[in-house]
């Protein structure tokens, strides 16, 4: 790779990033990283990193910068740019990266633990046939018995935005109040580029809408990630699951390739590369005990019944990933 001097970019910026975004934004959280609020480590020629500056003033006095999934760029320059980040940002952390760039990591020197899995589905091959799909069966039928509607909306056209907003409010509110972001990228009640948003009614009321981020490779949209989900309270059991069968259908129309339901943080976390054994440990006792912070049992579960492909996420800190650093990241996503 040429050696170009990297440039810090903001999200005023998105337009030069757009180009590598559809080139290399192969990855789920390829759009999150677009989100406003993070800054982009950009190298002309090459790609970007997305990633958040976080301060606070007792957890992290002097700071630290969180990297949000994995650099856009060619696969051959991954190495070389991470380098120049860290060069540039010494005490930074990376979150939801692929094992391939944890490979990367873990060759530089750094601790790399397990944080979940993400589970990918197939579309030009995903069916509803045998016993481990059955739930899905039974929720798409049920909601079908119940003239449950389900349609794609073109969020520009702001019909139903009174609707939307009503509806993701009282949602949140069911939730504790408060929207996670970084990890989770908002919902912005606005079109945005090539997403993708279908909504559920029943006898003409709103139940559900869901909103599905594109993910691309050579400029085309080879898939598509589950990011954003809003269910009515007294909608019947399967709305969720039920939209998201219907979208891959017309996606796989489309030809479509993938579809991610997203990480399950936490979940099967395993032994591998120079991992820290104590924070694997607390992390596994917390997805098993403290579901009252965040639904890590219920998220993997519900994936879990789409018998989807499971790749491996990871987490890692030039700091070495101890529990200090696990608590700055969840301070900063806002579990805390």
């Not at 190495?79 to 540039?88: K, R, T």
């Not at 907003?165 to 504790?176: A, F, T, V, Y």
């Not at 589950?226 to 019947?236: F, G, K």
């Not at 579809?259 to 591998?272: H, I, K, R």
Request: glycine content about 6%.
């Amino acid at each position: 790779m040429q050696t170009h001097h990297p440039k810090i970019l903001t999200s005023k910026n998105i337009d030069q990033l757009l180009p590598y975004f559809k080139q290399y934004g192969d990855s789920c959280m390829a759009y999150s990283g677009l989100q406003e609020g993070l800054e982009y480590f950009f190298v002309d020629g090459v790609g970007y990193i997305s990633y958040l500056r976080y301060k606070h003033l007792l957890f992290a006095p002097r700071g630290r910068v969180i990297v949000l999934a994995n650099p856009i760029c060619a696969k051959e320059n991954i190495h070389s740019l991470l380098q120049q980040f860290i060069n540039a940002y010494p005490t930074a952390q990376f979150i939801q990266i692929s094992r391939e760039c944890a490979l990367i990591l873990d060759q530089l020197g750094y601790q790399i633990n397990q944080f979940g899995i993400e589970t990918q589905l197939s579309i030009q091959h995903y069916d509803l046939k045998g016993k481990t799909k059955s739930s899905l069966r039974q929720w798409r039928n049920k909601c079908r018995r119940e003239e449950v509607e389900i349609e794609e909306i073109d969020l520009s056209q702001g019909n139903e935005l009174t609707e939307i907003k009503s509806l993701s409010q009282s949602w949140l509110k069911n939730k504790g109040g408060k929207q996670l972001t970084f990890l989770n990228r908002p919902f912005l009640y606005q079109h945005e580029l090539d997403t993708r948003c279908f909504i559920a009614r029943q006898q003409g009321k709103l139940i559900g809408i869901t909103v599905f981020d594109p993910f691309y490779r050579d400029n085309k949209v080879v898939g598509y990630y589950h990011n954003i989900d809003r269910i009515a309270e007294n909608a019947p059991h399967g709305v969720s699951p039920t939209l998201i069968l219907e979208a891959m259908d017309i996606f796989r129309q489309e030809k479509v390739e993938t579809l991610s339901l997203g990480m399950s943080p936490l979940y099967q976390l395993g032994a591998e590369f120079n991992y820290n054994k104590v924070t694997r440990k607390v992390l596994r006792f917390a997805y098993n005990n403290m579901n009252f912070l965040y639904p890590h049992k219920g998220n993997a579960s519900h994936k879990k019944k789409f018998s989807g492909e499971q790749q491996r996420v990871y987490f890692c800190s030039t700091k070495g990933n101890n529990l200090w650093e696990i608590f700055i990241l969840l301070k900063a996503i806002g579990i805390y």
